[in-house]
């Protein structure tokens, strides 16, 4: 009962037309960032996001625009997967293994149309979890205290840093230069600037946005610009547009069990989209054995993927929302654009601000049936989109950068920080490192350092306190108060250590930055 | 083409001549949208130009950066001399400047010229805390500092610090090196803290308890100031329970230095001007603010007495030399 009144509340946020409209066009926004190759979803909305703040939305409003964005990005990154075999984004790129074959044998409508359904099963299904799910995680709050919070953000760099590389070093490396720049600035306890080399511009550390945006989108470019713009034309032409009834009510099976598991590796701190889309394809490639013909181009094995990387999408703003951790990369800058709204994502999210929740759990269901519709029956106008020639895409891109960040702070240092961070990303790209890690460190290694700091003052400098343990003057022994710190301590070591085993088992094919 | 950039020249020259002879007020506020100094520029702004005390709307700009160091900063060395430019201030400015975080910035290169509302002081504990009264809680202190840590929303050496050693000083307990104090990310965060038994206090501002009061999670044991707030009357004054400490959050603004002595009492006979506007009243009551009324050469004098005990306390817990 208190699910459908808290329900009430957030449709009757989500349903003026100005929040509708967002939806809409952020919907619109996301398939077309998500289709055209290389922009993916957390460059997409890093992009987007100083624009929502030149638009002077508020919080509600800012954060259904980007998450109809970032949903609208999981759907359409399957377009250029299935006619061009590049991925649109990177959790789409499991679609190609059987999409681009069932394009060439000339069912791209039918991979189109299918895989359409697909991501919205998945995302529903994941919306539905996060409703569920996430009240259920928000009543934990009262039970983290500092040396909880350490062990959770240390779990947070550990699994996102464990997947986000082929390379364990990389990854440490990446989250270390991460919380080195997130050392910047004030420092939290005392209130004395450090490292700032008597800069006032840098009295309140670097700017996360500035960061992301340099990062992704303008070291993006600087790519684009070296591959002299791989010309993006359409290499297989899409027929009439008809629903396979057929496949679909086959596939139901394959989408339920890829939601599951897509759902499970988006609420995992760190997993994110690919991961879930990965899993998902090789879970029913087992589940079908040989006669499914995973990788010839069957139905099934566009669907499973879909299915698992949006159920992944929607999976991922369980821990953003409820825990303040992201689940992926573009939850960490989805948390960025609520950290600047004055908005802190947690366990008292619920409590204090149900509006903003709840009105997003509309939304999303809201945006998913927008969605639907616009991936389904009007799919052929993306796929003109994606004809749009670099020389177009470029500049614009590099153009929304620079007004984004510039009406953000208003600031000429910050543009050339920007810039700074897009050659640093570009050749962090060329040395294969990973640059989420860095995102994540300055996104939360103040936190980190606070949280670890004010343990150590509660506990009078005892290390035993981050496990759990606390000292009993009465008594004169240790008790063990709580198992939540060494347990989550734990789980870090294992998500750090466990993806140098697995790799050889689960050739990833690529790295995930999603 | 020519004349079309004269004609453009002339028009430039014609606005900045027309600007300097009827120049619109500036509000400055130090930080982005949507914080308290925000908050302070525009609702002082708008009614200024609504009771007709300016004559045209009030400019608000936002100059976000280093704690309202840019501002400070941009204020002394460019517009040392700008009687239309008016300047968002509150607590955190005056402690700042006493504990030389303005990169050797000083108070007295600018002018307190008011303030008009405070957020009051508050110290508060969990519902099933043994602590019944503020008493309570200092003799456990005298008896044991290592036994109540306190959270605040503000770093160590900060305001909220501030106010429990102000009160433990009075109450004549001089070791407050001992009290342990943990700085949160705002005071929503310093109660959820406290509930769980994390921290055994929560020192703060009385605008960030008012949920947690009214759900019962927490007890106030004490508000820092004179008389008791107007609709939380059953919480106790710190004065009343013998600890003579009044710590309150105020707003306000300040101006710039090289303005005639003229120009400094008449912002602050509009300042009070708004602060006897019922809409001023109103604001108050939407946004958790107790009456604090203090203008001029009055105000002044106030502010320097509080940098200077603020210099003393940051002293003795050692944040400043």
Known sequence: MELLSNLALGFSVALTPFTLFLAVAGCFLGTIIGALPGLGPSNGVAILIPLAFSLGLDATSALVLMTAVYYGAMYGGRISSILLNIPGDEPALMTTLDGYPMAKAGRAGDALVLSGFASFFGALFATIGLM??????????????????????????????????RNQAKAALASCIGLGIAMIGLDNQTGMPRFTGGNLHLMDGVDFLVAIVGLFAVAEVFVFIESHGRESSIGVKLGKVTLPVRDLTKGIGTMLRSSVIGFIAGVLPGAGASLGSFLAYMGEKNVQGKKGGFGTGVPKGVMAPEAGNNAAAGGALVPML??????????AVLLALLLTLNITPGPTLFTDRPDVVWGLIASLLIANFVLLAMNVPMVKMFVHILSVPAWVLLPGVMMISFVGIYSLSGSYFDLLLMIFFGIVGWIFRKLDVPTVPIILGILLGNHMEDALRRAMILSDGDWRFLFGFRWHSSSGGYEFYSAIPSSLLVLAVAGFVAPIFLRRVIKRPQAVSD | MKTKFRALALGAIM?????????ATECIAPANPGGGWDFTCRQIGKILYDIGQVDSPVQVTNMAGGGGGLAYSHVVNERGDDNNLIVAASQATATRLAQNAYAGMTADQVRFVGAIGADPGVI???????????????????????????????????????????????????D????????????????????????????GDMSEIVGFLQSGEV????VLTEERVPGFEDVPTAVEQGFDVVAVNWRGLYVPKGISDADFEA?????QAVADSQEWKDAMVANGLAPFTKVGGDFQSWVDGVIADTVELSKEIGVIQ
């Open chain 1, 322 to 331: 409820t825990l303040g951790v992201p689940g992926s990369g573009t939850t």
């Open chain 1, 132 to 165: 569920l799910l996430a009240p259920l995680l928000s009543r934990i709050a009262y039970q983290f205290g500092p040396s909880e919070y350490f062990a959770l953000y240390l779990l947070a760099f550990s699994t996102l840093g464990g997947i986000a590389s």
């Open chain 2, 267 to 271: 912002w602050g006979a509009r300042l």
């Open chain 2, 124 to 174: 508060v504990v969990a519902a099933d805390s043994p602590f019944m009264s503020l008493g309570d809680m200092v003799d456990a202190i005298k008896a044991d500092p290592g036994s109540v840590a306190f959270g605040g929303g503000s770093a160590a050496g900060g305001f909220d610090h501030l106010k429990v050693l102000m009160v433990l000083k009075e109450a004549g307990f001089t």
């Open chain 2, 15 to 23: 606005s900045v001549a027309g600007s300097a002879a009827f120049a």
């Open chain 2, 176 to 203: 407050i090196t001992k009290v342990k104090y943990i700085g949160l990310d705002g005071g929503g965060d310093a109660i959820t803290q406290t509930i769980g038994g994390f921290t055994q206090g929560m020192t």
């Open chain 2, 219 to 222: 007890r106030a044991l004490a």
